[in-house]
């Protein structure tokens, strides 16, 4: 795969963790250096590690994986999605200036689950090197660092969307969740799952 090439698929790939890590800054509210160095290498290293892992399970888990990919990517996003649009619910009608979320997207379960769903694409591209033949390492590498680079300014975006939305912070919050929810039923849109 040329240079130039490669670099638009680590582009494209990094699209879902961009809108994630937008509506992950908006939830935040104030993002320290530490959230944002979590979030953008937890994201970078799925990218990464997605395409070497499809690379090695081979053309033989090809038709298993397209079949349950995007049902799997659609049901974390919405969990995620979900889970942001119900601590908007919880916070209707109060006082959202402090930097103190609810809930931390950068941390556990919801980091992990993010990171999965925004990365298990990228397994199809891996697997699709390994059909060919060709080295994973690299491009797997490419992946990863722009998708670190992408999710960077994914979430530095959202705080300042925060940042200029005031008191409409529980209704970027409610954006955010809603976002979410859209990518994955757009990844099902995509796998023609509403015919």
Not at 168 to 175: E, F, G, H, S, Y
Request: hydrophobic share 55%; glycine share 12%.
């Amino acid at each position: 795969m040329v240079f130039p090439t490669l670099l638009i698929v680590a582009v494209a790939l990094s699209v879902d963790a961009f809108a994630v890590a937008v509506a992950s800054g908006v939830r935040l509210r104030c993002v320290r250096t530490a959230q944002l160095v979590r979030m953008a290498g937890a994201f970078g290293f799925f990218q990464f590690a997605m395409p070497v892992v499809g690379w090695f399970l081979g053309a033989g888990m090809e038709k298993f994986i397209h079949k349950y990919d995007h049902w799997a990517a659609f049901v974390l996003l919405a969990i995620v999605g979900g889970r942001m649009l119900k601590e908007a619910w919880d916070n209707r009608g109060k006082s959202l200036d402090t930097c103190d979320a609810e809930t931390d997207p950068t941390t556990g379960m919801s980091l992990f689950l993010l990171a999965l769903a925004t990365s298990i694409d990228a397994l199809a591209v891996g697997l699709s090197i390994g059909v060919l033949g060709k080295p994973i390492w690299f491009p797997a590498a490419v992946i990863g660092i722009v998708c670190f680079g992408i999710t960077a300014a994914g979430i530095f975006l959202g705080k300042t969307v925060c940042a200029l939305a005031g008191s409409w912070t529980n209704k970027a919050t409610v954006l955010g969740g809603l976002v979410l929810i859209c990518i994955g039923l757009n990844i099902l849109r995509e796998h023609d799952v509403f015919g």
